[in-house]
């Protein structure tokens, strides 16, 4: 897990676009579940659309505000919660024990490959109801994993970044290296070279997968990084942080 409740994210460039929206909106999956969703636009978009998937305790306020800063890049961007099926299209109303791993647990195993594409789909849609056709995935740890997955041509997106997401097979269920044959959007991820959770033969088991599927990709590490560098109080962190985000940035203008 990621990011405390009071976290932020880095905000190293000013903004270039004022908000025309930001406020939480529940979206509606093919199945019919409700989930929350966050989204924030500019008055005039200007690049592609961001679809944010949130570390494994789902929307919070650090994505609420990552959106936001990519708005006032110029790019609409929207967060999805994962857990409408079994915790309610209501976040704020969930007890703070909610985002711990034991009462956690029970609604990540309730997650399955076809329920959380049926909810990517559904705010995908949304997302692009708004802005661009375009649309990048961005996610973060559990985020980042479900991003390196969204490179598959079945969302038709134009990239897919991930921070610190675990490539490889958890419990037998095939993550990124094992699905990298079928990824063909471009993909930049972004390592922590200090993350214990996260090895480097599985970030280079994940880079040889990508490399033999030829799917195009960029690998960052930023050695001595913890897990979650990309947080405005991890300020010995400050530099990998800046570079991680205009690394970003000059991604989404390029799939622009």
Not at 8 to 37: H, Q
Request: one cysteine or more.
């Amino acid at each position: 897990m990621c990011y405390d409740p009071d976290a932020a994210p880095p905000a190293p460039t000013p903004a270039r676009r004022p908000l025309a929206e930001a406020a939480d909106l529940t979206l509606t999956s093919a199945d019919g579940t409700e989930f929350a969703a966050f989204l924030a636009r500019p008055v005039l978009a200007t690049g592609v659309g961001v679809l944010v998937l949130p570390d494994n305790k789902g929307l919070s306020a650090f994505y609420r505000h990552t959106a936001a800063r990519l708005a006032e890049q110029g790019h609409p961007a929207l967060v999805l919660d994962y857990y409408g099926r079994t915790a309610g299209a209501a976040p704020e109303s969930r007890p703070p024990e909610f985002g711990e791993l034991p009462n956690l647990l029970p609604h990540l195993l309730a997650l399955t490959p076809e329920t959380l594409d049926a909810d990517l789909t559904a705010a995908l849609e949304r997302l692009r109801a708004v802005g661009p056709a375009e649309v990048v995935a961005l996610g973060f740890c559990f985020g980042g994993r479900q991003a390196f997955r969204t490179a598959a041509p079945r969302f038709g997106l134009a990239g897919a970044v991930g921070f610190y997401g675990y490539p490889d097979a958890i419990n037998g269920a095939p993550g990124p290296t094992q699905l990298a044959a079928g990824l063909t959007a471009p993909v930049l991820a972004l390592w922590g070279g200090a993350d214990e959770h996260i090895p480097p033969a599985a970030v280079e088991a994940f880079d040889t997968a990508l490399t033999a599927a030829g799917c195009p990709h960029e690998f960052v590490t930023y050695p001595g990084a913890p897990h979650n560098f990309f947080e405005r109080s991890a300020v010995d962190h400050a530099d990998a942080a800046g570079d991680a985000w205009n690394r970003l940035l000059a991604f989404l203008d390029a799939a622009d």
